[in-house]
């Protein structure tokens, strides 16, 4: 199904006003496009700088009338954004992701489902949704991770659980609403893919990220020839095609796997959006991203990135901002940006909290081992454990 291209001139909404938001926004404004954000909170880092700000909640109508009326199209950029609510915009306006794969990456059971109906392999695990379900786990899943089936991110909303006593135990503590429970796998690595396709099938990818997370939290990407061996990086991108292509996806989605120790992937999850494992694109790629999403949600042509530089990418959380004592300071990015090829991403958030995402560094080199060097030097500069 495609339709005319909206033009530049035109205004793109987009539900949600975070950093990734923030970061459409900035690729649709330099490409000529007006942009309108809709996000409760009066200081969001995308609504700060669109052209229109519409400070409403994601289910109220009248807001969602509003982001309509003044857009042309309108995509997502943060996972839970209610399904129903593009349902809603999706009868006035073109909506990129649609609701429906929205709603099924935004449930952990349904999300696993679609992941083997596609072929591709997840961890074993089991819904828990009852005090049946919960006593019928078999002792194979532990230890293992709980995690609620919506609503999680960075890590929040999960519990690692050793014994039948601590899973009874974390089930509680989560309230009891709808849990997976995962079999904890020991991790050799962890790898993402990002896709595009177009509302005319169109469907291109950017090369295979490397992956380190902390505390549940992404700490470094690595992008560069040879970060992964060919087969790995070539089986990584066939999977998310098909995941991409299973659902009739139109926009950019990524896919995070885990590594086994005999160098085979298992999916771990799918964001239906541009994801902080793909920020190196905005320098390292001839197209990021971000582009991306402004390509696909205006039905422009996609052409497959090009990365024309290594890259290494660390997230600035927080913690950054805190001396060992607790006293607040203000990272070194003087010290930092006197190294070749570093590029600092800054969200304008204005109060820094222990693992709130605040910002991220891209760095990059003709090669992977001058990228990794100059990782390393801003790394210790800014307070990052090496990697
Ligand atoms: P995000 O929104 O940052 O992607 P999330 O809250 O959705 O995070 P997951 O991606 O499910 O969380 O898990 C976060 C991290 O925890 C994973 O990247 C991995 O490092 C670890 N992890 C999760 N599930 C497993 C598992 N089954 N076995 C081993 N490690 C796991
Ligand atoms: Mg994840």
């Known amino acids: 199904m495609s339709r005319e291209a909206i033009q530049p001139g035109a205004t793109l909404g987009v539900m949600g006003g975070g950093q990734l938001g923030r970061m459409f926004v900035h690729a649709a404004q330099r490409m000529g496009y ?63 992701p649609g609701a429906e794969a929205v709603a099924i990456a935004q449930d952990r059971a349904q999300e696993k489902a679609h992941f083997t109906r596609c072929g591709v392999a997840c961890a074993p695990y089991a819904v828990i949704e009852t005090q049946q379900q919960l006593a019928a786990v078999g002792d194979g899943l532990l230890p293992g991770i709980l995690k609620t089936t919506r609503l999680g991110y960075d890590g929040k909303g999960q519990q690692r659980v050793k014994t039948r006593a601590e899973l009874a135990a974390a089930w509680d503590s989560l309230r009891q609403v709808p849990c997976v429970l995962e079999q904890m796998l020991p991790l050799a690595a962890e790898c993402s893919v990002i896709v595009a396709r177009g509302a005319d099938g169109s469907l291109v990818n950017l090369p295979p990220q490397l992956n380190l997370h902390r505390e549940g939290i992404l700490a470094v990407t690595e992008v560069y020839e040879g970060n992964m061996p060919a087969e790995r990086a070539s089986a990584a991108v066939a999977a998310t095609k098909s995941i991409a292509e299973g659902l009739g996806y139109v926009g950019v989605l990524c896919v995070e796997f885990f590594v086994l120790a005999d160098g085979s992937l298992v999916v771990n999850e799918m964001a239906p959006r541009p994801h902080n494992s793909g920020h190196y694109s905005m320098d390292a790629c001839d197209v990021s991203q971000f582009e991306l999403q402004v390509r696909t949600l205006a039905g422009l042509p996609l052409t497959q990135p090009r990365q024309h530089s290594a890259a290494v990418m660390l997230n600035l959380l927080g913690d950054l901002w805190f001396a060992q004592g607790g006293a607040e300071r203000t990272p070194a990015w003087s010290e930092v940006l006197r190294l070749p090829g570093t590029h600092l991403h800054l969200y304008g958030k204005h109060s820094a909290r222990k693992g709130r995402k605040m910002g991220h560094l891209n760095i990059t080199a003709a090669s992977a081992a001058q990228a990794r060097a100059t990782a390393l030097q801003a790394a210790a500069l800014l307070g990052i454990q090496a990697f």
């Open 34 to 96: 007006f942009t309108a954000v809709l996000d409760p909170d009066a200081s969001s880092p995308a609504g700060k700088v669109s052209h229109h700000h519409i400070q409403a909640d994601y289910l109220d109508d009248g807001g969602l009338a509003q982001l309509a009326a003044c857009s042309a199209a309108i995509t997502t950029e943060f996972e839970n954004v209610p399904a129903p609510a593009l349902r809603t915009l999706a009868a006035m306006r073109p909506v990129a």
